[in-house]
């Protein structure tokens, strides 16, 4: 294995909730309305530090999709998935979009709303 280097970000940004390595900056979210079995969970246009697991089906709540599990690049912590395809046409817009759930992390920005008391949409697994 060779050395492990992290990304650093400078600005408000979500970190690891193991290991508080960077995770993306809070810039990023697109959407803080995304749901998933445990509970919220972000939609993101970018994120660093993590490695990518297998392409896998998955049956959602919003339909059928192709999703890679994200994993923390340090820990190995399981963080969320990656949209690959949306077999919905409504649903492309996630296409190469990430989502981490919100009990894998941790945010070092100061919340000024609370933003999650919004209701939105629901992204979880049907299982």
Request: include cysteine.
């Amino acid at each position: 294995m060779g050395r492990l280097f992290l990304v650093e970000l400078d600005g408000r940004a979500y970190r690891c909730r193991v290991c508080d390595s960077p995770l993306a900056l809070a810039d990023d979210v697109l959407s803080r309305t995304f749901n998933c079995r445990k509970g919220r969970a972000y939609l993101f246009s970018n994120v660093v530090n993590v490695t990518l697991g297998n392409e896998e089906e998955r049956l959602m709540l919003s339909g059928l999709h192709t999703v890679e599990d994200i994993f923390c690049c340090c820990c190995g912590q399981i963080l969320g998935w990656k949209y690959v395809v949306a077999h919905d046409k409504n649903q492309k817009y996630k296409e190469g979009k990430f989502v981490l759930e919100r009990w894998r992390i941790d945010e070092d920005v100061a919340d000024e709303l609370d933003l999650d008391a919004r209701p939105g949409s629901s992204d979880a697994e049907n299982l």
